[in-house]
C-alpha cells in the first residue's frame, strides 16, 4: 500500500534561512504522481507543485525548489531565504495511476515557523 | 476564475443528529474528491465522483456517511447520527481532465460536535 512519511514534525528557522523539507514515500506501482501542498493557518490547501515519477528533473521556481530522487524514494522540499509568510503546514502527498481515482495519500504535515 | 467552493465553513451540531455540507467544485472540472482532517494529521481519502458517479469510497466511510452528486456538478456529504468522532474538517477536492493530476482544494468545512 502506498504511504508518505514526513518525519519532520515541525521546524523553525530565523527569516532568511534556507530550509529543506523532507518526503519519503513508498508505492508498488511504476506509474505515481507526487505533490506538494501548503495549508496557512487559514486552513486552505494550496498546490505547490506535482512530479511523475518518470520525469526526476529537479524544478526550481522562484524561491522554492524540489529535489525528487527515485532511488531513495524522497521528494524534498526546500526554501530558499525563508519569509515570515512561508509559516505554514506543508505537505507531501502521492496518487498512484493504478487507482483510478488518483487519491491523495498525504503525510502528517511538517510545520515550518518562520521567525522574524 | 472561482475555486473551489465549501458550504457550510462551520457546523456546530449535537451528537446524534444529521448533518449535510455542500461543495462547488471548479466549474469545467468533472472530478470530485472528499476528504477529511483531523488536527495535527494530514486529509484522508473519503470519496471520488467522476461526474455524477460514485466510483470510489474509503473504508473510512461509515454507514452513516453518503455522498452525492447528482448532475455532476456540486456535491454533497451527510453524516447522519453524527459521534463525537466526527468532528473534523471536511475538505472537498476537485480536478480536471485525464491529464491533470493536481487537486484543488475548497476551504473545508470544519465539523463539530458536541
Known amino acids: 500500500a502506498q504511504k508518505v512519511t514526513q518525519a519532520q514534525t515541525e521546524i523553525s528557522v530565523v527569516e532568511k534561512e534556507d530550509v529543506t523539507l523532507d518526503c519519503v514515500y513508498e508505492?508498488?506501482?511504476?506509474?505515481?504522481?507526487l505533490f506538494w501542498y501548503k495549508q496557512p493557518p487559514s486552513g486552505e490547501l494550496v498546490f505547490l507543485i506535482r512530479?511523475?515519477?518518470?520525469?526526476?528533473q529537479n524544478e526550481i521556481s522562484g524561491r522554492y525548489s524540489w529535489n525528487f530522487q527515485k532511488s531513495t524514494s524522497s521528494f524534498n522540499f526546500t526554501i530558499t531565504a525563508s519569509q515570515v509568510v512561508d509559516s505554514a503546514v506543508y505537505f507531501c502527498?502521492?496518487?498512484?495511476?493504478?487507482?483510478?481515482?488518483?487519491?491523495?495519500?498525504f503525510g502528517k504535515g511538517t510545520k515550518l515557523s518562520v521567525i522574524p | 476564475d472561482t475555486g473551489v467552493s465549501q458550504n457550510p465553513r462551520h457546523k456546530i451540531t449535537k451528537r446524534g443528529q444529521n448533518v449535510t455540507f455542500r461543495c462547488d467544485p471548479i466549474?469545467?472540472?468533472?472530478?470530485l474528491y472528499w476528504y477529511r482532517q483531523t488536527l495535527g494529521q494530514g486529509p484522508e481519502f473519503l470519496t471520488y465522483?467522476?461526474?455524477?458517479?460514485?466510483?470510489?469510497k474509503s473504508r473510512l466511510l461509515s454507514d452513516r456517511f453518503s455522498a452525492e452528486r447528482p448532475k455532476g456538478s456540486f456535491s454533497t456529504l451527510e453524516i447522519q447520527r453524527t459521534e463525537q468522532g466526527d468532528s473534523a474538517m471536511y475538505l472537498c477536492?476537485?480536478?480536471?481532465?485525464?491529464?491533470?493530476?493536481?487537486?484543488?482544494f475548497g476551504p473545508g468545512t470544519r465539523l463539530t460536535v458536541t
Open positions: 477536492a476537485s480536478r480536471g481532465g485525464a491529464a491533470h493530476y493536481e487537486q484543488y
Open positions: 466549474s469545467e472540472h468533472n472530478r
Open positions: 502527498a502521492l496518487s498512484e495511476a493504478r487507482a483510478g481515482s488518483y487519491q491523495l495519500t
Open positions: 465522483f467522476q461526474n455524477e458517479a460514485q466510483l470510489e
Open positions: 508505492t508498488r506501482d511504476t506509474t505515481y504522481y
Open positions: 512530479r511523475n515519477s518518470f520525469d526526476e
